[in-house]
């Protein structure tokens, strides 16, 4: 069971994959959900609000975050490029969203992070929620630009934050480094509705990832958020080893947790 937590929650990002996945979930945790994206993606529906928003106009993010109590951040550039726009998405972006959030007394921030943060940890190790940021692009250095936001308004203002670190969310893993990665929509959604409802948050760094038998990842520092993914890239395993070939051990996206990102640039 889904408990509604909130009375208004902002979901930015929402006409993304994973914003457009999360919409209706997000429903059972607030009475009205707030959505929000830079470009027009249709009508509000029964029990939400939509307001668009460039993420690099301060003046746009703090009418948005006006009157919300959590904030489930999506919004923004979700794969690695040039570093200019993800200067004013992602890192500008971030800077207006917790200035916002500051100013209008939000406490709750659920931010999609990624495992890019982490993307240059090699894929026979296992890392924990602690191990220091080895972003792998302008994307990843990006997301770790937004943790550290995250913790600075933690510590200053008490702001509280999830840090979600989400590896691969698709209806289900595309390879086999998907088979260690992937994370259900279902399951995000219970990773975020934890995020939501645990008592004390504080500023976390989760992985997002179903209950896959390969990990690189141990989320057991994260116990206090309570999450308990239900879902496993198990089932697919077989399907994935018989439509793909064996690695290449030579190969960095296959030496490295960041997969393609790892070798993607430079772009001018
Ligand atoms: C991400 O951060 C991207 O947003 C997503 O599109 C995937 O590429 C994912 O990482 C991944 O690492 O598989």
New binding site residues.
Partial sequence: MTIQSHERILMTGAAGNLGREMRDRLKANCAVLRLSDRQAFGEARPGEEVQLAELADAQAVSALVQGVDAIVHFGGI??EGPFDPILAANIVGIVNLYEAARKHGVRRVVFAS???VTGFYRQSETIGVDAAPRPDGFYGLSKAFGEDVARFYFDRYGIETACVR???SFPEPRDRR?LA?WMSFDDLHRLITACLTTPVLGWSVIYGMSDNAVTWWDNTGARHIGYKPQDSSDVFRDAVYARTSAPDLADPAVQFQG?A?VSMGPFE
Avoid: E, L, Q
């Fill in positions: 979700s794969v990624s495992n890019h989400i590896g691969s998907m990665t997969g990102f």
